[in-house]
């Protein structure tokens, strides 16, 4: 069964502060690993990394896919009060269709 | 352009009572999903369909959860003699499937459900 794990389960900084968010993940044949950010409402799209795209970077954010240790991190410098949500990580395995698993989230709160 | 779209967005049911809930998916887009996101845990695969075959239910909790999408669009997912371990955010996805398997998915607002 696939799992992903996220650490930390919460995290409170404050406006400017560079944060990390971990993800690291079980998966029977890896295809793609993602990030949503869910503030009140939907989930919504960050990034998607695969295994020909293990590096992506969006304006403060950016994230690395990491195959051998199964891991990846989500980067957001200069933090916002905006930047307050929960952050989720996804993985889609080969075998399992076109379902994600994801992880529990990471609860990021920036205070001003 | 329009997203998914879900209704309603809340619900309270008494336990026993059945509820359905609706998902209209990006239009256009092959794949639909359902996903169940208790109280501070990440989204679970419920059911999964592409156009109006459901490939996957592997997720549903149990056979009192039925999803549908007859005409390959509108979805929804109905669930008989509400529980109170039912109470959760239920959450549809959409995702366009293409030569080059786009699986980005595409989420709703959810349904907030609350059973009593």
């Known amino acids: 069964e696939d799992k992903v794990v996220q650490s930390p389960l919460s995290l409170v900084v404050h406006e400017g502060d560079t944060v990390t968010l971990n993800c690291s993940y079980e998966?029977?044949?890896?295809?793609?690993l993602l990030w949503y950010k869910q503030e009140k409402k939907a989930p919504t799209f960050l990034f998607m990394l695969t295994s020909s795209g293990i590096e992506k970077k969006s304006g403060r954010l950016s994230s690395i896919l990491d195959k051998k240790e199964l891991s990846s991190i989500l980067n957001i410098t200069a933090t916002q009060t905006g930047d307050s949500a929960i952050y989720l990580c996804?993985?889609?395995?080969?075998?399992?269709?076109?379902?994600?698993?994801f992880g529990g989230g990471t609860r990021l709160m920036v205070k001003p | 352009g329009a997203g998914v779209s879900q209704s309603p967005r809340y619900k309270v049911a008494k336990r026993g009572q059945d509820v359905a809930l609706r998902c209209d998916p990006i239009s256009g887009h092959v794949s639909l999903f359902w996903y169940q996101q208790a109280l501070g845990q990440g989204p679970e695969f419920l059911t999964y369909f592409q156009n109006e075959a459901q490939l996957d239910k592997s997720g549903l909790p149990s056979d009192r959860f039925f999803a549908e999408r007859p005409e390959g669009s509108v979805s929804t997912l109905k669930i008989q003699r509400t529980q109170q371990e039912d109470s959760a955010v239920y959450l549809c996805?959409?995702?366009?499937?293409?030569?080059?398997?786009?699986?980005?998915?595409?989420f709703g607002p959810g349904t907030r459900l609350t059973v009593t």
């Open positions: 998966v029977t044949n890896f295809r793609s």
């Open positions: 996805a959409s995702s366009l499937l293409t030569s080059l398997a786009s699986y980005e998915q595409y």
């Open positions: 996804a993985v889609g395995d080969n075998n399992a269709g076109n379902m994600l698993t």
